[in-house]
C-alpha cells in the first residue's frame, strides 16, 4: 500500500461524507499510532473533517477494524458498529441501575427551588447543578432537591455531589469527564453499590468509548450548539456529529445538550436521542412553566 494509495481512499471518504459534516475546520493530521490503509486513510479524512486528534484516531482505528472484519474498505460506511470501537454496550454487569431509554425533556437548574418548580410543572427528568465550594450549602441543596421533587414522578439526578446524592438518596448522578477523573475506584463502585443511576458528559468519540467502560446509565453528549453557560474544552459538535454518534451509542439512554431552543429540538430528535437537556430555554423563558409545556410537546 503507497501513500497514493492512502490519499486516495482518504480522498474517497471525503467525497462521501464532506457534506454531512461541513462546516468544519481543518485539524493537524496526529502521528499514525499503527498500520493499515483504512486506518490511515481514516485519519487523515477525519482530520480533514475537523475532528480533533483523539477522535480521528478512535474513528480511525474502527475503520480499519470494520474493514477487517467486512474483507474490504467501504469509504461509504462511516464506522457505527460498537464492536469496531471496542465498546461493551449498555446493560449487563458491572454497569450501573438502569434509567428510563427515553428520558424526555431534561431540565439542568442552579438551585432546590428551580428543581421542585420544574418537577411541578411535569418536566420528567430533572438535575440539580448547584456550583458551590460551601459544603454545608451543597449538602442542605441537595437534601432540599430531594424533597423537592417528592410526590412528583421527575427522576432527579445531582451534578458533581454524588457523596451528598448518596446521602439524601437522590435518584442519580451526573458526572463530567473532569469528575471521573477526580474519582478513585472505589468511589465510582461505591456510587453503583448504593443503587443510584449514572449519567456521564462526553465531547466526541474518544470520551464516548471512556463513558461506556464505566457502564453509565446513560450518555450525554455536547455541546450541539455554543452555549453561554458553560466554558467548553471543545468546539459545538453540531447536528451531523451528533447523529453520528447517536447511531454508534444506540443501546444506551442518550441526552444532547448544550445551545439548544425550541427551533432545534426537532432536528435533535431526528437524530434518535431519547432527551434533550436545557438550562437557558427553561430558566430565563418569560413563562418557565409555559416554555417546559411547550418543550415537552415538542419531545412527544
Ligand atoms: C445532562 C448533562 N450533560 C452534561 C452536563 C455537564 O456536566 P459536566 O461536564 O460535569 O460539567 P458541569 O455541569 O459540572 O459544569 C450536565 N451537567 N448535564
Ligand atoms: C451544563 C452544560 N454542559 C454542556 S452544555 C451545558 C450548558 C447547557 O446550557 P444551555 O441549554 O443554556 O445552552
Ligand atoms: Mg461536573
Redesign the pocket.
Known sequence: MTTTDTTAMAQAILAHHAATFEPCTAQPVPPPGQDGPAYGAALQACSALGFIAIDAECVAQAWQRQTDRNGRFDPAQWPDDPRDFGLRGHGGPPGFAPCPAALGL?A?LPDAAWVGRMARAGVPTV?L?Y?SQDAGAVAREVRAAVQAVQGTPALLFI??HWREAIAAGAYGV??????LDALQPDELAAIRAAGLRL?V?THGYAEMVRADAVGPSYI?M?AVFPTTL?QMATAPQGVARLAAYARLMRSYPL?A?GGIGAEQFAEIRRTGVGSI?VVRALVQAPDPEQAAADLMRRMA
Open positions: 431534561y439542568v438535575q447543578r456550583k451534578n458533581d451526573h458526572l463530567g469527564q473532569e469528575d449519567g458528559s450525554a455536547g458553560k441526552v445538550i437537556a
